[in-house]
């Protein structure tokens, strides 16, 4: 499954992200702090969807709410919660 996600409150502007049997298989972020994202990225690559979401979600940027691994673990939660809805 790819999921294309625009990411909200960070400086990056789209993540795809490729997921086969629940587990990450490829992150490319458009936008943002290019060297974090790609260590994000090889970061991830192998890992259960539900671990990366367990691990990233609620981290912040700055003062932001939000940051680039937060969106990814949003952009995760709701492509297998819509997965889950549709079976």
């Known amino acids: ?47 259960k969807v539900e671990d990366v979401v367990a691990r990233l979600s609620g981290i912040r940027c700055g003062v932001k709410p939000t940051s680039c691994p937060d969106q990814l673990s949003k952009a995760l939660e709701q492509a297998m919660h819509g997965a889950e809805d549709a079976q």
């Open 1 to 47: 499954m790819l999921i294309d996600y625009q990411p909200q409150g960070v400086c990056s502007r789209r993540m795809l992200i490729q997921v086969e049997d629940g587990v990450v298989q490829d992150l490319q972020v458009i936008g943002g702090c290019h060297g974090n994202l790609q260590g994000i990225s090889a970061l991830v690559r192998g890992m």
